[in-house]
């Protein structure tokens, strides 16, 4: 275990140490312990998070807000749109001066391109820990609040069979981050990963390297394969999602219509039959509810979608407690 991370930006679980990630995973139980029986844990009193958001959210905003309170500090909201950054402030400005007022600073920028970058940048400019809340390469919180709920209901990941898969959804060309993020985490904790999609729904090749890297070295596996129902065949845990084509095309609509090509990536029961039986179907949310997933497998007994986005604030407390 390791007990000194005050001080440390959470950009992607990549550059935290194996020994580092099962640390924020023993201590997301406690907390979660803890909570469930009404103790008090205010590791963080009087300290305060600014969270700077460029693009909509409900459960990263929730869950972050959440979390201080409960650790006996206070969370900032900041809207992008309703701060100076489009009238001259800089990264250099955002992290330099919220660092001087905060305790730590967290940012979602999922601009493609654009995010990580900017999210980097304030890390640099900022004398407090930042913290990671979605960018356009990386969704380390959701992917650590997924290994959570993976491990709780199907145990050693060793053991498992993970798709992570492409969906078909309408609403928008989501980005690229939670595949991403999912494929490098679960590759660490040597599963068997599987990266299903089709060929225009690529993932940046450095990313796909890594994940490559991390299973030899984990002794998992990871593969990818382009048909939606060789994915799911004998997968024991369903992670289909939509993203949009970046690596194809940074333009929106031509994304949009080239996934119109796959509308029947859609995750329904005749699906998730192929996958094991004791399969768990996983979604980060938003989803496109019969769209992407069907209602019957959504809301069904193999989904777990509630347990992660609950376990999005037990892991959010333990980074800030260790590194706030
Ligand atoms: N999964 C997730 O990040 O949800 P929000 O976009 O609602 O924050």
Known sequence: MQTYLRGRDMITTQEWTKDELDTVIDIALDLKRRRALGEPHALLRDKVLAMLFFFSSTRTRASFEAGMAQLGG???????????????????????ILGRYNDGIAIRQVDWGIGNDYIRAVAEASRTPVLNM????????????????????????RKLTINMSYAYAASYQKPISVPQS???????????????????????????????????????SFEIVEDFEEGMRGADVVYAKAWGSMLTTSDHEESAKISAHYQDWIVDPRRMEMAHEDAIYMHPLPADRNVEVADAVIDGPSSRVFDQAENRLHVQKAVMALTM
């Open 134 to 157: 979605q960018c356009d390469w990386y969704h380390p919180f959701q992917a650590l609040a997924d290994l959570l709920t993976i491990i709780e209901q199907k145990g050693d990941p």
């Open 74 to 96: 206070h969370a900032m909201f900041l809207d992008s749109t309703s701060t100076q950054i489009g009238h001259g402030d800089t990264w250099k400005e955002i992290g330099d």
């Open 182 to 220: 999912l494929i490098l985490l679960m590759t660490r904790y040597g599963a068997n990963v599987r990266l299903t999609h089709p060929p225009e729904f690529k993932l940046m090749p450095e990313i796909i390297a890594q994940a490559e890297e991390n299973a030899k070295k984990s002794h998992g």
